[in-house]
């Protein structure tokens, strides 16, 4: 699915910022702390009240869709969902079916299929009967992810999702995202993950400052200037792909 | 299996639920209204029911087929309506708000009806159980309004809305008294006080009548709302991204716990803790999801006040003590329990 946003701003955490998502890329948003990462990928989710801009997927604006017809479109995981109910993780994942369901088609067996498969995809299928408040963080983020898979978006928003996970599952998840047929948004904190994306939209204080390809926007020059690091870009022999090292900045004289 | 296969297949275990819950109620009511000061034989309530809605002919005893048609019957239906209604606004409130903590006795919404209900009575404005309902419902939404903005002002966190709840309360609780020590004589006072610890045992048809249907409203109101009701468990952000419209939904279910609670303190006086009790035992028994929880705790909560209000007429013998007073004694423990499991969960 096509994302545009045109002109998107909300208060001073986000402004006119207009970008492009292709169908079924998977676009990584960078950025320092603070930068309105997270603000932009809910505006893209049409989260925000009294947003300036638009979001037209596939060239359908956001706008004119219900609530319901954007969930069934464009499922978020958002950073420290907590529940203080007694929720086992098969529980947690069929919420997503809720965009899809109505009183008069209830839970079936399709939908005990879509839940089975999305655990699966991230796991979590020996767990599905543990409950919420015994899981780690790691774990909690992989149901999260379950339950927007169960969602069948078509665009996945995801804000931050490496946090809490071990090496192991980061890589297992990032590699998961990159298969997904799906259109991928995403915040990253680590920059060398980011570079696997198909292309990098750089924030810096509620403006998208570059976008393009990570070879192109991440340059030494950007990070000194945007994230304030030294970056030594290194390759690896094995496949030739770019690392950076990061070092402090030299203290200015 | 198609949806409609798989609507078909959900409706034998539903009906059989809601046919075992429909005996358990039958039951409790049969119960309520043999036990008292007068105990009735059993008999007499299948005789009476044929003559009344049959129009069979028995040879019924007038004293005590009075005291069941005129008094018994119509006071065990509006504590069973009544605590259907109060179980129901606490699941309803503990989802939106996601506080273990709150309902609608905690939350100040019963203290605000309470306060209509009276201005209403001792000022003369309107007139009729609608008006005292109307008046009810206006205290209650005023409130739970000032209880909200009170809790968000105050940063918005679990604490912060019980305290902004107990704030609420003493508010219109003082309104109350101030009610009745500026327009009450002494007799209108001790009646008002009565009924303001609740009280069942004026309760007759009319009531009935108002009670039932708004309950019942409610309880479809809420049957609708089950999957928007799940999807608060993450938060009202989670919700809006998995579809629900969150300001819509959550307008029409605060709408019909204000109703539900309004209306039944105007009848019945204000009755604490069964919004709090018994939704959270009803989580344990058969857990956290609405589509069960939403019915346990109405049938739960329906029983419950039907056997608070037997205790209520039997505890002191010749004497009858407030429900709320019953309710409170069991509720208060009950209370004391759920904030011990919640410092263990966190």
Redesign the interface.
């Known amino acids: 699915m096509r994302i545009e946003a045109q002109n998107l701003g909300w208060r001073e955490i986000v402004q006119g910022v207009s970008c492009e998502i292709r169908p079924g890329e998977t676009f990584g948003l960078v950025g320092p702390n603070g930068s309105g990462k997270s603000t932009l990928l809910r505006l893209l989710a049409g989260l925000m009240p009294r947003a300036a801009g638009e979001v037209r997927l596939d060239g359908v604006p956001l706008a004119q869709l219900s609530r319901r017809q954007i969930a069934q479109r464009v499922a978020l995981v958002e950073q420290f969902a907590d529940t203080g109910e007694a929720l086992s993780v098969r529980d947690a994942v069929e919420l997503g079916r809720t965009p899809w369901l109505s009183p008069l088609s209830p839970f079936g067996p399709e939908d005990t299929q879509i839940v089975e498969r999305a655990l699966a995809a991230v796991g979590m299928e020996e767990m599905a009967a543990r409950a919420w408040a015994t899981l780690s963080g790691g774990e909690r983020q992989r149901v999260h992810i379950a339950r927007a898979l169960a969602q069948e978006p078509r665009v996945l928003i995801l804000d931050e999702p490496t946090n809490h996970l071990d090496i192991h599952h980061q890589l297992a998840l990032l590699g998961l995202v990159a298969g997904l047929p799906v259109t991928v948004v995403m915040a990253l904190h680590d920059l060398n993950q980011a570079m696997m994306c198909d292309r990098l939209g750089v924030m810096s204080e509620g403006r998208m400052v570059a976008c393009g390809p990570p070879a192109e926007v991440l340059t030494t020059d950007t990070l000194a200037r945007i994230f304030r690091v030294r970056a030594q870009p290194m390759i690896d022999p094995s496949d030739g792909s770019t690392l950076f090292r990061f070092l402090p900045m030299e203290p200015s004289p | 299996?198609?949806?409609r296969?798989?609507?078909s297949?959900?409706a034998v275990p539903v009906l059989a639920h809601a046919g075992l819950g429909a005996v358990l109620l039958a039951l409790a009511v049969l119960v309520g209204v043999t036990i008292g000061e007068v105990a009735l034989p059993l008999g007499l309530v299948g005789d009476l029911l044929a003559v009344k809605l049959l129009g069979a002919e028995r040879a019924l005893d007038p004293i005590d087929a009075g005291i069941l048609w005129s008094y018994r019957l119509p006071r065990t239906l509006v504590a069973a309506a009544c605590g259907a209604g109060l179980a129901l606004s606490g699941v309803v409130l503990q989802a939106l708000v996601?506080n273990?903590l709150a309902d609608p006795y905690l939350l100040g919404v019963s203290a605000g009806a309470g306060a209509g209900a009276v201005a209403v009575t001792l000022l003369g404005l309107g007139g009729g159980a609608i008006g005292l309902s109307a008046g009810a419902f206006g205290g209650a939404a005023s409130a739970f309004l000032i209880v909200a903005l009170l809790a968000k002002a105050a940063g918005g966190g679990p604490a912060q809305l019980v305290l902004a709840g107990i704030a609420g309360s003493q508010l219109f609780n003082a309104l109350t008294s101030f009610f009745i020590a500026k327009s009450a004589n002494a007799e209108q006072a001790r009646g008002l006080m009565f009924w303001l610890l609740g009280n069942l045992s004026g309760v007759r048809w009319p009531d009935v009548s108002l009670a039932l249907p708004v309950v019942g409203l409610g309880f479809l109101v809420c049957l609708?709302h089950v999957?928007?009701l799940?999807?608060f468990?993450?938060?009202s952000?989670?919700a809006?991204?998995?579809?629900?419209?969150?300001r819509r939904v959550q307008l029409v279910l605060i709408a019909a716990v204000t109703l539900m609670t309004a209306t039944l303190v105007s009848l019945v006086g204000s009755i604490g803790f069964v919004g709090l009790v018994i939704p959270h035992a009803m989580?344990f028994l058969v857990?956290?999801?609405h589509a069960r929880l939403i019915p346990a705790s109405a049938l739960a909560g329906a029983v419950f006040l039907i056997a608070a209000d037997i205790a209520s007429r039997v505890l002191i013998p010749g004497q009858v003590v407030p429900i709320g007073v019953v309710t409170a004694l069991v509720g208060a423990p009950g209370f004391a329990l759920i904030l011990i499991r919640?410092r263990r969960?966190?």
Not at chain 2, 240 to 246: C, K, P, R, T, Y
């Open positions: 299996m198609t949806r296969a798989a609507l297949a959900l996601r273990a609708a999957r928007p799940d999807a468990s993450f938060g952000g989670a809006a991204s998995l579809g629900i419209a969150v989580r857990g956290p999801r919640n969960r966190s």
